[in-house]
């Protein structure tokens, strides 16, 4: 049976090459880089190779790092660190469509007394810089923007974000973990006091990620410890996956704009293929700028869960929302935003593809999709 991967915003599949980066820090350099024999040596300079890799995908000084354990410790390490920073300020600024772990300490923050403002968007999950503005008061404590939804693939203006909230004075924290390796990242210049990405979605392995923090930015450690990543993160450092997390950065950098423009002629080629051969079919977020990898597709009056299901069993993978939410049976809360009609709500695939997808393959998913369509509308109308 054929296997086909299209649900590249859950995770990648591990490049080679970082594989290969990988598994000498596996086998013969497997010491703890807090040791001082050669052991030990030999895995901090494999440490602080990955730092220099990861900050040159992100345009910063390797100094300002946190090598971590992923997007929701970074996210939520930021988030804390900003508010704990001036507890008289106690207004949040978010908005309706971050990821959960966003939303998720946000929440907790709330039953703490915070008063947590989430923003709205337009139809095609585009952001207000204007009412953005109108947002922020003197007690904001921190603004809380992803660069780009992990569903729909839309991308928001980091730079003019980060430039409102320096104006304003307030700090500015950015999820990048969808921006990361599909689009260019320039964190100094963005004017972010923050921002995190996670190797798994760039070719890297799980389990390592890197958090951004501008020099002037205050910070509190979430892990705390014997004092590792310079007092900022306690605990013995997953050598293996941070080496595999910098050479996935030092791939991306080597991608080609002739590449990112291939992935998204695939992800157009996609869409209209979609359109061409099944009625009644809504492209969510089309009208905005958005990852090139990215096809978030709506189909009237069907069952995401049957697509899906019958999907994997022609050996083609796919996903409804974020991995982490897969097994919620609700609509998206990213689309109930965004006001997708109802009818349309529960028929969502998200279909992200990689680099290594291929134009066979997405003539595979065109020819697999209406049979699974015109079924699961079958089931939906009984």
Excluded at 66 to 94: C, M, R, Y
Excluded at 324 to 340: F, K, Y
Aim: a negative charge; hydrophobic letters at 45%; aromatic letters at 6%.
């Amino acid at each position: 049976m054929q296997e086909i991967y299209f649900d590249n915003n859950a995770s990648t599949p591990l490049a080679p090459t970082v594989r290969e980066a990988m598994s000498p820090y596996l086998a013969e350099w497997f010491g703890n880089p807090g040791s001082s024999h050669h052991f030990g040596e030999a895995a901090r300079r494999g440490l602080e190779l990955a730092r220099e890799q990861v900050a040159g995908l992100l345009g910063c000084h390797p100094a300002r790092l946190v090598l971590n354990s992923g997007g929701t410790e970074g996210n939520n390490t930021a988030i804390f660190s900003a508010v704990w920073a001036n507890p008289a300020k106690k207004h949040i600024i978010s908005s309706q469509v971050e990821h959960g772990s966003v939303l998720a300490p946000l929440e907790f923050l709330a039953g703490q007394g915070y008063e947590v403002e989430l923003l709205g968007v337009d139809e095609n999950g585009g952001l207000d810089l204007e009412a953005l503005k109108r947002a922020i008061r003197p007690d904001t404590a921190l603004v809380s923007l992803m660069g780009a939804n992990n569903e729909t693939g839309v991308i928001w203006p980091v730079g003019q974000i980060g430039g409102i909230c320096r104006e304003r004075g307030v700090l500015f924290h950015c999820d990048a973990i969808q921006l990361a390796g599909k689009a260019p990242i320039a964190a100094e210049a963005l004017e972010v006091d923050y921002l995190t990405i996670a190797g798994h979605k760039l070719h890297g392995p799980k389990g390592a990620g890197a958090l951004y923090v501008r020099r002037t930015a205050p910070f509190t450690p979430l892990i705390m410890g014997s004092g590792q990543e310079n007092g900022r993160r306690a605990g013995t450092e997953n050598v293996p996956g941070l080496v595999g997390l910098g050479q996935a950065c030092a791939l991306a950098m080597g991608v080609d704009e002739a590449a990112h423009q291939r992935l998204a002629a695939l992800r157009d080629c996609l869409e209209a293929g979609i359109i061409a051969v099944i009625p009644e079919v809504r492209i969510n977020g089309a009208a905005s700028p958005r990852l090139v990898n990215t096809t978030n597709v709506s189909f009237r009056h069907a069952a995401s869960a049957g697509l899906i299901q019958d999907l994997d069993a022609g050996g083609i993978a796919v996903s409804a929302h974020a991995a982490c939410e897969s097994g919620d049976l609700d609509p998206s809360h990213v689309l109930r935003a965004m006001r997708v009609e109802e009818s349309f709500l529960h028929g969502t695939l998200r279909i992200s593809l990689s680099r290594y997808n291929t134009e066979a393959e997405v003539a595979s998913l065109l020819a697999f999709l209406p049979e699974a369509v015109a079924k699961s509308r079958q089931g939906f109308a009984m």
